[in-house]
């Protein structure tokens, strides 16, 4: 069983950072796409970044573009979501997923196409 581990959550004010770390191997299941989502209670989950597995084809939300970076460290087997100008609406359960095809710009935001899923870990942005 593939396992995906988030860390790095937390509680922060508005205008504050957050890095998540991620703890992907890079043998599991040949995964391909790499994703960050996010759900804040009586909310859709919402894919906010995704990478390839080379750290190629990032994409990112509307809401959360020129604010958090997605990248991919295989040496480390980690996938990291540096988080920066936090807002209130960015609160929720963040989760590390990832799928066993390529995804395209118009897929990745799907979260039936990510076959693995992380047990998340609690962002709190406060005003």
């Known amino acids: 069983q593939v396992q995906l581990v988030e860390s790095g959550g937390g509680s922060v004010q508005a205008g504050g950072s957050l890095r998540l770390s991620c703890s992907a191997p890079?043998?599991?299941?040949?995964?391909?796409?790499l994703a960050w989502f996010r759900q804040a209670p009586g909310k859709e989950r919402e894919g906010v970044a995704h990478?390839?597995?080379?750290?190629?084809?990032?994409w990112y939300s509307d809401s959360v573009k020129g604010r958090f970076i997605i990248t991919r460290d295989n040496t480390k087997n980690t996938l990291d979501l540096q988080m920066n100008s936090l807002k209130v609406e960015d609160s929720g359960m963040y989760y590390c997923?990832?799928?066993?095809?390529?995804?395209?710009?118009?897929?990745?935001?799907?979260?039936?196409?990510?076959?693995?899923w992380g047990q998340g870990t609690q962002v709190t942005v406060s005003s």
């Open positions: 997923v990832g799928g066993t095809r390529k995804l395209w710009d118009y897929q990745w935001q799907t979260p039936k196409e990510y076959k693995h």
């Open positions: 890079r043998y599991t299941v040949a995964t391909v796409s």
């Open positions: 990478i390839y597995i080379d750290g190629s084809h990032s």
